[in-house]
């Protein structure tokens, strides 16, 4: 499987802090793109960066993209209790297929 | 409303029995396809379609069939479904911006086979 791995599994802080959380993939790409899935729910599309670019904001997002090490970061600051969620990422693959990470869950705590 | 829907939203079927689950989207998409969600693997792609009557296998295709013959529709079809095909199910669809895919997703099918 090319599937990638999201580092932790699991992170759970306190409202205002920030949460960093990581992803490592298998094969070169195209793109690297983060999700946001509310309990049971269908995911959402957060935020696209392409295999040139090594950093990208939107809002209190931010990524970053290292090629070398096939990882990504993806950075919410000043957290909030809306921002519990689960977080995937994909990553596009030669033949337009998607992989996607196994998750990581997060917890904000009011 | 931009959409993409996705029914039944719960079903629960015996082994063997055939069932096909629809999915559909209303943004002109080219591209569409169906995942599945299992508890600690993440999403896994079943299969994809880039567009009308060309489709293809993803991760996980054994088990299922898939057909475009219209723009907006991508069903998901179990000839013989088995208890491991129990798992939620979420179909996808996007369009190409300069070679990225931001997918738009429905809200999930979820499937139990006993």
């Known amino acids: 499987s090319q599937q990638g791995e999201e580092d932790p599994q699991a992170l759970s802080i306190q409202e205002g802090e920030n949460a960093t959380m990581n992803c490592s993939y298998k094969?070169?790409?195209?793109?690297l793109q983060w999700y946001r899935q509310n309990s049971g729910r269908g995911l959402v599309h957060l935020i696209l960066?392409?295999?040139?670019?090594r950093e990208k904001h939107s809002g209190r997002l931010r990524v970053t993209l290292d090629t070398s090490k096939k990882s990504s970061s993806l950075l919410i600051t000043a957290s909030r209790a809306a921002d519990t969620a689960s977080y995937f990422c994909?990553?596009?693959?030669?033949?337009?297929?998607?992989?996607f990470g196994t998750g990581t869950s997060l917890t904000v705590i009011p | 409303e931009a959409q993409v829907t996705q029914n039944p939203r719960y079903l629960i079927t015996v082994t063997g029995k055939k069932l096909t689950v629809t999915c559909s989207q209303n943004?002109?998409?080219?591209?569409m396809s169906w995942y599945r969600q299992d508890p600690g693997l993440g999403l896994r792609q079943i299969y994809y379609?880039?567009?009308?009557?060309?489709?293809d296998k993803g991760d996980v295709p054994e088990g299922y069939k898939v057909s475009r013959k219209e723009k907006r529709n991508f069903p998901l079809i179990l000839e013989s479904p088995s208890p491991n095909q129990t798992s939620l199910y979420f179909c996808?669809?996007?369009?190409?911006?300069?070679?990225?895919?931001?997918?738009?997703f429905g809200p999930g099918t979820r499937l139990t086979v006993t």
């Open positions: 994909a990553t596009d693959g030669t033949r337009n297929q998607f992989y």
């Open positions: 379609s880039m567009n009308v009557e060309v489709t």
């Open positions: 996808a669809s996007s369009t190409r911006d300069r070679g990225s895919y931001e997918q738009y």
């Open positions: 960066i392409r295999s040139n670019e």
């Open positions: 943004m002109n998409h080219e591209y």
């Open positions: 094969t070169s790409i195209n793109n």
